[in-house]
């Protein structure tokens, strides 16, 4: 059976080449694994067909001969789970890379996302001058014990496996936004992670969808 994978139909601009199913498409290629983008828009998302599949009616969900899955993060480790690519065989090592995967979703993307919701999503509203201090710091405080951990190396652990490909995930939300220039050995990393022929293969096959549903 073909892998199954949806995304959305159309974004706005700022959200093209950030939407998760990125994720699961980066994974696969790393994999070596053929799929479907199945594309979906606002009334697919509300169906009840569709929350079968996917409880909140988010992207990306993944379907394929053995599972039916939702969460960018399970996803990304199923298909880990199958592909030297993205994990290693020895037990210690393949735990290291779920205990990296949750990290990037639950020690770093609440602050990125904390950030990326006042400025994208509630700019110039009053209470943002207020709250955007605490947020930014408590960021930095996770990028810089992140930066620590990294050090001199060049991923996570001593190899590219899916915890580097879901933190990149994460870090590039940020965007070019200043907060990165502080941390370059960061900057240094998700540009050494998004350089792997399999991300730039999925960012490609990502935007060429949206492309191809404006131009329909
Ligand atoms: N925790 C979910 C989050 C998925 C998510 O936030 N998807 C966004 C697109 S990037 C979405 O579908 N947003 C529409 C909505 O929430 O209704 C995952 O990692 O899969």
């Known amino acids: 059976?073909?892998?199954?994978?949806?995304?959305f139909k159309a974004v706005p601009d700022f959200a093209k080449g950030h939407v998760k199913d990125l994720r699961v498409r980066w994974a696969l290629e790393e994999a070596g694994l053929s799929y479907d983008a199945r594309?979906?828009?606002?009334?697919?998302?509300?169906?009840d067909r569709y929350r079968r599949w996917q409880p909140f009616g988010q992207v990306p969900a993944y379907r394929d001969g053995e599972v039916e899955l939702f969460e960018s993060g399970a996803i990304v480790l199923h298909i880990a789970q199958r592909s030297d690519a993205?994990?290693?065989r020895?037990?210690?090592?393949r735990a290291r890379v779920t205990a990296w995967v949750i990290a990037a979703l639950n020690s770093i993307e609440p602050y990125v996302s904390n950030?990326?919701?006042?400025?994208?999503?509630?700019d110039g509203e009053p209470w943002v001058e207020g709250r955007r201090p605490s947020a930014m710091a408590m960021l930095r405080t996770r990028l810089d014990a992140l930066a620590a951990w990294l050090g001199e190396k060049d991923y996570l652990e001593d190899r590219f496996t899916a915890g580097d490909l879901i933190m990149t995930t994460v870090l590039r939300?940020?965007?070019?936004r200043d907060v990165m220039s502080a941390f370059p050995s960061l900057d240094a990393y998700r540009r050494r992670c998004e350089a792997r022929p399999a991300f730039g293969r999925?960012?490609?096959?990502q935007l060429q969808d949206f492309e191809d549903d404006e131009a329909a």
């Open 90 to 93: 020895e037990a210690a090592a």
């Open 1 to 7: 059976m073909t892998i199954a994978v949806t995304a």
């Open 86 to 88: 993205l994990m290693p």
């Open 173 to 176: 939300d940020l965007r070019e």
């Open 115 to 122: 950030v990326i919701d006042l400025d994208l999503f509630h």
């Open 202 to 205: 999925a960012l490609d096959a």
């Open 39 to 47: 594309l979906i828009d606002g009334a697919d998302q509300a169906s």
